[in-house]
């Protein structure tokens, strides 16, 4: 055996020990090339017997996210520090459902890949992108998580720019597994619990797995925690957006036309008023609501899933196979009652100012906003592989139906035409929303809405590879070479009720969007062991689609085993994303959004730390004419093992992106037009200036759109260069008194610039991008019991507001005793120290703040878990 084979192996067991892998599947490398099997590694399709690539791959077992005391595929990737800006998890009110993203390298949950065995998983009707839903995949059947954080679309085509990651699921399986599992906050909300049950039986010619899993997560709501509920920072009456948060100026709050002036309207009744200063930023005193008592921050999660999968050998060279997923995802969530502004006439029955004036008033009689959905998603996937004849090449194709189907319901919503005429005609009373008059009842129940919305996903795809051997030899072994093609049609929609796409809905927004695309691709790649030691894969990928066009994708990478505790990898590729089928299609979309006029503050010699956050009416649209973007990517890296047992790796990427498709971030959007540099499209509608200062932005009850709001399409506006270091070490410490396996990763993000029309905004440091993002792990095994401990640390960032995230931290905790033959008991702490998020120092938990802090931390408090694992 040569020099750069037995690295190769010392690096393939010391990462099976620290990992998980079964040692005796490594250890097979010591027979002959001949008896070894080949298998796929993520960031390549031919099939190899190293472990160690070119690229930098990630695996987590199965057995290794047990040890850690993680219960769900969502939990495990949020989790990693390759996750490093954070990702969107389950938020009471998004339109969202119950979603769950990851987002590797920071570069947007639609730019990373997710796949199943290999084959790509569509992207979730919900979010209307190419993300992937993570939380319908059934942790009880996936045998291990492969991380690529290298972009890979040579490989697997669009959106791979981020990273892929591969999920592994079990198969040739004998026995029954059945496991159950609590989480128990400290904190009121958040429970959870989970019911698992994995049987199986297979024979020298055929296998069957079958996994069912149910999974139940309760809301966490606002009042719930302190940051959340309400919080008064002043003595006095509390400046709206400065001084209060979980509360703002929408109770009964009037304004005049030009919003220069707010005064409360009708008595500020405290059981659910409150007082504020400067309504949504309008000089005078306003009521105000507080909508925190209500409102949920979390939702309720319900989730079932299966997953199938049988094999048969039809013969020695040839099988076939059915792989078959389907889950039910439930949850419920709730907002504060609705929100609206509209116009009441001078001469109006109800008019206690006497004349004309625009109202902000809470529809407290309409109830709270209650939220639920209901999607299924069924995958299956029948596929046939083997070789061809007395050849080693080996054939896979497979073609797959994906079908994902979602209702959505939404309850006591408002509609605006119906209020309007009841507050013209005197039968809703919007001094007293409680009143028990029956002309006012009548009127509540006239104006109330319920809302829906239909989502779809229809996707069918057919993958045919093949890989195999060359017979020619160079100094380092066979050229191996894999090529292939893949062609998918897909069909989506997001249907909303006919009243929101009329614009006619008080507290709610959103716009129909749908599309179809049918995309095909060839590919191919070649593996070349130079000489011994010194190995090149090169892929391309042509990728065409019918509604924007094609792409070609290379990409080369290297690895030279310098020594035999030193090996070198690098890597160049291009890449692309398609745009998305909302983002091509949507129809113009109402929200309202938590923004910082920092335009309009700075103009007066306001600081930013002190400019109020606003409630403000925008709109956003789909762009037909969107292209694709682009990626240039690198990665080095060093692989160490400088004494047996210790893996030492970093790798050092660099991704370029152009023609970026972006709905530039608000605080953005007010720094280019201070620069007077807004871009086509982008639109801020304001009132006339005042002494050289900006009038506010024009609310939508005074017009109409396009010329009220802010206006903030998506288009392919930036380019984006994102720098870091990768490290990772593991060590395993055998003693007599048990093994010792510490286990550190270290994300650092260099550069994260994003340049839009000439303007370059540097993001590291700032709200939402910290720099570094670390995770130890420290296993401690000995006879029947094993112990780990974790610790999660982010670093701090500054806020939009001038204050700051401060740096974040926890520690973890998770025993596993095996009490007799099969069985394992289960007890840990995470987050010991019951951390709280970290939240904005300045702002607090408003809006745009709280978006942050989700994405990045766990709300879930201090969490007793408890589970019990039998097998048989």
């Not at 407290?364 to 998603?377: L, Q, Y």
Request: with cysteine; proline share 3%; net charge negative.
């Amino acid at each position: 055996m040569n020099t750069f084979k037995k690295s190769a192996l010392k690096v393939a067991v010391t990462s099976a020990l620290l990992s998980g892998v079964s040692f005796n599947t490594i250890a097979a490398e010591e027979n002959s090339a001949e008896d070894v099997e080949r298998i796929e590694i993520t960031g390549s399709r031919i099939k190899r017997s190293d472990l160690e690539t070119a690229t930098p791959v990630t695996v987590i077992t199965a057995e290794s996210i047990k040890e850690q005391g993680f219960d769900s595929v969502a939990d495990v990737l949020r989790n990693t520090s390759f996750n490093t800006l954070g990702s969107y998890r389950e938020q009471s009110g998004s339109s969202f459902g119950g979603a769950a993203l990851v987002n590797l390298r920071g570069l947007g949950t639609d730019r990373t890949a997710v796949l199943i065995n290999g084959r790509r998983v569509p992207g979730n009707a919900f979010t209307g992108t190419s993300a992937v839903d993570i939380n319908t995949i059934p942790m009880s059947a996936v045998e291990s998580i492969q991380i690529l954080t290298d972009s890979a679309s040579a490989v697997y085509g669009a959106d791979a720019i981020g990273g892929v990651i591969n999920i592994i699921m079990k198969k040739d399986f004998d026995g029954t597994i059945v496991e159950y599992n609590s989480d128990i906050p400290s904190q009121d909300g958040g429970d959870r619990e989970s019911f698992k049950i994995t049987t199986g039986t297979s024979n020298d010619t055929s296998s069957v797995l079958f996994s069912f899993e149910y999974s139940n997560k309760d809301h966490i709501a606002d009042s719930d925690r302190s940051y959340t509920g309400l919080n008064i920072t002043s003595s006095g009456i509390p400046r709206d957006g400065v001084d209060v948060t979980g509360a703002n100026g929408g109770g009964n709050s009037g304004f005049n036309f030009e919003f220069t002036e707010a005064f409360s309207v009708g008595d500020c009744d405290a059981s659910f008023y409150l007082p504020v200063l400067d309504p949504f930023g309008v000089p005078g005193t306003g009521c105000g609501y507080i909508f925190s008592d209500i409102s949920y921050n979390t939702m309720d999660v319900e989730r079932f899933s299966t997953f199938l999968d049988a094999r048969r050998d039809l013969n020695d060279d040839h099988e076939v196979y059915f792989e078959s997923r389907i889950s039910k995802v439930k949850t419920s969530g709730r907002f504060a009652p609705a929100i609206g502004g509209f116009a009441v006439a001078g001469d109006a029955p109800i008019n206690p100012v006497g004349e004309a004036f625009l109202l902000y008033h809470r529809f407290v009689a309409h109830g709270p906003r209650d939220d639920s959905s209901n999607a299924t998603e069924m995958d299956a996937v029948l596929g046939f592989n083997g070789t061809f004849g007395n050849s080693d090449i080996e054939y896979d194709f497979s073609v797959r139906k994906y079908k994902y189907n979602a209702t959505e319901l939404g309850n006591n919503y408002v509609l605006q035409s119906n209020i309007e005429a009841l507050v013209a005609n005197g039968g809703y009373n919007y001094l007293d929303p409680l009143s028990q008059d029956p002309d006012h009842l009548a009127a509540v129940a006239a104006s109330r809405a319920t809302l829906t919305r239909d989502l779809s996903n229809d996707t069918t795809s057919i993958l045919f590879a093949l890989n195999g051997g060359t017979g020619v030899e160079l100094g380092g072994g066979d050229i191996l070479w894999s090529a292939g093609i893949e062609y998918a049609d897909e069909e989506y929609e997001d249907i909303y009720d006919s009243f929101r796409e009329a614009q006619n809905v008080l507290g709610s927004a959103g716009n129909s969007a749908a599309g179809e695309r049918q995309r095909s691709a060839v590919f191919g790649e070649l593996f070349v062991p130079v000489i011994d030691g010194l190995e090149l894969n090169m892929a391309v990928r042509y990728d065409d689609y019918d509604d924007f066009g094609s792409e070609v994708s290379p990409s080369i990478s290297a690895s030279y085993a310098a020594t035999d505790w030193l090996k070198l990898r690098a890597s160049y590729g291009q890449g692309f994303k398609a745009p998305n089928l909302t983002d091509l299609y949507a129809k113009p979309q109402q929200s309202f959004e938590g923004l910082v006029d920092t335009t309009r503050c700075r103009a007066q010699g306001i600081a930013d730390a002190d400019c109020p956050a606003g409630q403000q009416e925008t709109y956003n649209a789909g762009n037909p004419e969107l292209k694709a973007e682009t990626s240039d990517s690198y990665n080095l890296g060093i692989i160490l093992e400088p004494v047996e047992d210790l893996l030492i790796t970093t790798d050092y990427y660099s991704v370029d992106l152009e023609n970026v498709v972006t709905q530039l971030e608000f605080k953005d959007v007010f720094e280019l037009e201070q620069a007077n540099n807004l871009p086509a499209g982008v639109v801020i509608n304001r009132g006339a200036s005042n002494g050289g200062v900006p009038g506010p932005i024009t609310r939508c009850v005074v017009e109409s759109y396009p010329n009220c709001g802010l206006i903030n399409p998506v288009a392919n506006l930036a380019s984006r260069t994102v720098e870091g270091i990768d490290l990772k070490v593991q060590y395993l410490f055998k003693t007599e008194f048990g093994d010792f396996r510490p286990d550190l990763q270290w994300s650092h993000i260099a550069t994260y610039e994003e340049e839009i029309l000439g303007v370059v905004f540097d993001q590291p440091g700032t709200q939402g991008y910290p720099a570094n993002r670390a995770n130890f792990n420290f296993l401690y095994e000995f006879g029947d019991i094993r112990v780990n401990y974790m610790y999660q640390w982010i670093d701090e960032t500054d806020s939009d507001t001038g204050g700051k995230f401060e740096a974040w931290d926890t520690h973890s905790i998770n025993a596993i005793y095996t009490a007799m033959d099969g069985l394992d008991l289960t007890f840990g702490v995470r987050n010991l120290t019951d951390e709280d998020p970290s939240i904005d120092t300045v702002g607090g938990w408003v809006q745009d703040s709280a978006a942050t802090s989700r994405d990045l931390y766990s709300l879930d408090g201090r969490v007793y878990t408890l589970g019990v694992k039998y097998s048989f």
